[in-house]
Every structure is written in C-alpha cells, then in structure tokens.
C-alpha cells in the first residue's frame, strides 16, 4: 500500500488513489499528486482547489473531482490532519509549501509506488 492510500486510511477514509484515477480517467501518478497537493493545501489560506491547481497545474475540475472522492471538506481535513501527523509525509507538506511542484510530483509518485 502506498504512503497515499495509508494517510487516507489513517483518516478514516476508505479510498485507494489507483481507483480516483480509473473512475476519473487520469494517470494514477496525477491522481497521487492531487491527492498530495490536496492534503497539503487544505490547511493554507485560501481556496484549497486553487491553491493545489497553482502549485501543481493540475486543472481546478480534476481537483475538484479529487475532492469530491476524498469526501469533499471534510475529507480533507482528515487527510490533512494524517499527513500533519505522519513522518514521512512531512517533507511532501514541505515541498508543496515551497512551492516546487516538480518535486512534489516525483514524491507523490514514489509515496503512490510504494508497498
């Protein structure tokens, strides 16, 4: 199980990454970044769709979906909180802080992958 589906566990939510991505017709990779970068942005200021979008360039309708598959506010707020909570997950929050989106793909995509 990925670090993604494990946070998402963690939180109390029933929701594997690779499913998002089928029932939404996106690369699970994608789909493991928008996760992330949901989690991630929940507890910044603003618009949590549109400051995923800004530091990801994934479109503001795919998060959207995302979000509405993770149980929408609520949801978020528990993923957030497990990834507050988590070790591993705190350099994924770090580098979406900062902005590097080149790097948070690469992570998402090595937490996605692993077993």
């Known amino acids: 199980m990925g670090l993604l589906d494990s946070l998402l566990g963690q939180a109390g939510q029933n929701v594997d990454v690779a499913a998002i991505a089928g ?9 493991a970044q928008a996760v992330a970068a949901l989690g991630a942005a929940h507890g910044q200021p603003g618009d949590t769709v549109d400051t995923a979008a800004a530091q990801t360039g994934i479109d503001s309708d795919t998060l959207s979906q995302v979000c509405n598959e993770l149980g929408g506010h609520a949801g978020l707020s528990q993923l957030s909180d497990a990834m507050q909570n988590h070790p591993e997950a705190a350099s994924l929050v770090s580098a979406f802080q900062g902005g590097d989106s080149g790097g948070l793909l690469g992570m998402a995509e090595s937490f996605f992958s692993r077993n």
Do not use: C
């Open 23 to 31: 029932r939404l017709g996106i690369d699970p990779a994608v789909a």
